[in-house]
């Protein structure tokens, strides 16, 4: 009884075995014909030629669009908030990205199941939209991309879910760019960059409390001195003065609006001068949890140098207020009682010790 069993037990063994074996070489044989069908090519084959030329890119998603665009003498601005300055970053990589999209593997070509792969068009589907024109209005290229997939490349490159704007047919595209449909991720947010040794010190007058100034004589020297300390008091640590001096250094924001939206009108002032000449002046007020701030910039007389990067500075930040990083805001709203030790109060004069007769002495 038990041969008969082991006998068909090993017949279908053999039979399983033969089955994954023909599975694997049917898999094998799929993907060799899919690789040779469908080899990787450059979804724009001609635009990496044509990078050079791109002066606008218009973007579109859910949440609206925006034209980046590459105007004479201003370099790449935000057309669409006042020719506020983009990002160079943030605009080659995209057209770099672009240029560089490769399709592997096509996807479905059925327009109502785009929105799997996120790629129906915006303003009502989920995909982002970017179409580069040169300076003669001229299309360059019109992608839409989706979702991603992680597609195991060794050098960083992700898959893209990517579509041209005229044709339903998707495809899975190897991508080194990430799509930036936010405007806030176009900025430009070097606001102003003073180098901590040309600083030679800044007045601050906040709103209603005492106006300070703090300076150093020399740029090598490594701390900036509260002038006109008030007697009998000291500085809270060394180096205290030195945020706000030094504001203007690194200083970035990351939300921008017209300035007529904000009141300034209650607004701390600082004012930072360079040993070169050169003013900047930054007025700071407080809405809700938010900081703002308007940034001008002068120069002393005769300062030919100074005057040119008090131009550009105006030319990048004039008519704009700009939300600061929180800690950045209440660096420059520092008031002069945030910079000393606090005043310690008077001690209590010691009670006199009652030196009376004793109720329980001997009488």
């Known amino acids: 009884m038990s041969d008969p069993r082991r006998r068909r037990l090993g017949i279908l063994a053999?039979?399983?075995?033969?089955?994954?074996?023909?599975?694997?070489?049917?898999?094998?044989?799929?993907?060799?014909?899919?690789?040779?069908?469908?080899k990787p090519f450059p979804l724009f084959p001609d635009l990496p030629h044509q990078a050079q030329t791109v002066a606008r890119i218009h973007i579109a998603a859910k949440g609206g669009s925006f034209d980046i665009a590459n105007k004479p003498g201003k370099g790449w601005v935000i057309a669409t908030r006042n020719d506020m300055p983009a990002s160079f970053e943030q605009v080659n990589k995209t057209v770099v990205g672009i240029a560089g999209l490769e399709a592997i593997e096509p996807r479905t070509a059925r327009a109502g199941w785009l929105h799997y792969l996120s790629l129906d068009a915006p303003p009502k589907g989920d995909g982002i939209q970017f179409t580069l024109y040169d300076n003669k209005g001229q299309q360059l290229a019109s992608v839409i991309t989706g979702g991603t997939q992680d597609i195991g490349d060794q050098g960083g490159a992700n898959g893209l879910f990517v579509r041209k704007a005229d044709s339903t047919q998707s495809w899975l595209a190897k991508s080194t760019f990430e799509p930036k449909s936010d405007i806030q991720e176009w900025y430009d947010k070097d606001l102003v960059n003073i180098d901590r040794g040309r600083i030679a010190g800044a007045d601050v007058m906040p709103q209603g409390s005492a106006t300070y100034s703090v300076k150093r004589d020399k740029p090598k020297d490594t701390e900036f001195k509260l002038v006109n300390l008030p007697p009998g008091r000291q500085l809270s640590y060394p180096g205290v003065t030195d945020a706000v001096a030094t504001a203007a250094t690194g200083l970035t924001f990351d939300d921008s609006k017209a300035a007529k939206d904000i009141d300034f009108s209650k607004a701390t002032r600082v004012v930072i001068h360079t040993f070169d000449g050169l003013n900047v002046t930054i007025q700071v007020a407080k809405q809700g949890d938010d900081y703002w701030a308007a940034v001008s910039a002068d120069a002393a007389p005769g300062k030919a140098a100074a005057a040119k990067e008090a131009q550009d500075i105006n030319a990048k930040t004039s008519g704009r207020a700009y939300?600061?990083?929180?800690?950045?805001?209440?660096?420059?709203?520092?008031?002069?009682?945030?910079?000393l030790k606090p005043l310690h109060p008077a001690k209590p004069a010691?009670?006199?010790?009652?030196l009376g007769s004793d109720d329980n002495s001997d009488q």
């Open 14 to 38: 053999v039979i399983a075995a033969l089955l994954v074996v023909w599975a694997i070489f049917a898999l094998w044989q799929q993907s060799e014909q899919f690789a040779s069908q469908y």
């Open 323 to 339: 939300k600061l990083p929180a800690y950045k805001g209440q660096q420059l709203m520092t008031t002069l009682e945030n910079l």
């Open 350 to 354: 010691a009670e006199t010790p009652n």
